[in-house]
């Protein structure tokens, strides 16, 4: 992906294709600041064009463990004494 020109609108079919190459690497796994970057527009962009598209997006901060969770409730305990 080329970055584009900071403010340019993108319309018709250069606009479909950026959504069908964004929409493409962010189900593979890229994150939406990464494909901001890599196009030199902002994460409210990416994010809008991937909403705008239909896709499904992920929720922040990825999987959380159970064992996690229970090292930080221990670790609260602990400093409250």
């Known amino acids: 992906m080329t970055k ?3 403010g340019a609108r993108i319309a018709g079919a ?3 294709q950026l959504t069908s190459e964004l929409r493409a690497k962010y189900e593979s ?3 939406i600041r ?3 970057e890599s196009i030199g527009r902002s994460y409210g962009f990416v994010h ?3 909403a705008e598209s239909g896709v499904t997006l992920r929720t922040r ?3 959380r463990s159970r064992n996690a969770a229970k090292a930080r409730k ?3 305990r ?3 004494g």
């Open 4 to 6: 584009l020109n900071k």
């Open 29 to 31: 796994g890229t994150a």
């Open 74 to 76: 221990t670790a609260k």
């Open 48 to 50: 809008r064009v991937l």
């Open 61 to 63: 901060g990825g999987a």
């Open 14 to 16: 250069d606009r479909d």
């Open 78 to 80: 602990g400093k409250k």
């Open 34 to 36: 990464d494909l901001a």
